[in-house]
């Protein structure tokens, strides 16, 4: 058996025809209104704390001196596609 974990009302104002969108992907998955804005917020949520965490790890190599110049990392990405400059 699956454990829920708690939860908690929200609302949110969203233009109609974004409800509706939302309204026609749970008929389509025969799920909820909920379930389909949950799962976008969750998806959101995760996106940005990559993102967030990628953003503090470069921050802390720069920090540290772990850097190339534009110049070498540009030749690079050249060099592997064949492209001249």
Same mark, same amino acid.
């Given at each position: 058996?699956?454990?829920? $974990?708690? #939860?908690?009302?929200?609302t949110?104002?969203?233009?109609?025809?974004?409800?509706?969108?939302? =309204?026609? /992907?749970?008929?389509?998955? =025969?799920? #909820?209104? %909920?379930?389909?804005?949950? $799962?976008? /917020?969750?998806?959101? /949520?995760?996106? %940005?704390? @990559? $993102?967030?965490?990628?953003?503090?790890?470069? /921050?802390?190599?720069a920090?540290?001196? $772990?850097?190339? #110049?534009?110049?070498?990392?540009?030749?690079?990405?050249?060099?592997?596609?064949? @492209?001249t400059?």
């Amino acid at each position: 058996m699956t454990k829920t $974990q708690p #939860s908690e009302p929200i609302t949110v104002r969203a233009a109609k025809d974004m409800v509706g969108e939302i =309204d026609a /992907l749970a008929a389509a998955m =025969d799920r #909820s209104r %909920n379930y389909v804005v949950v $799962q976008a /917020l969750q998806a959101y /949520l995760d996106a %940005n704390a @990559w $993102q967030i965490a990628r953003i503090r790890d470069g /921050l802390a190599a720069a920090d540290a001196g $772990q850097v190339r #110049s534009a110049a070498s990392v540009f030749s690079d990405i050249a060099a592997k596609h064949g @492209w001249t400059r």
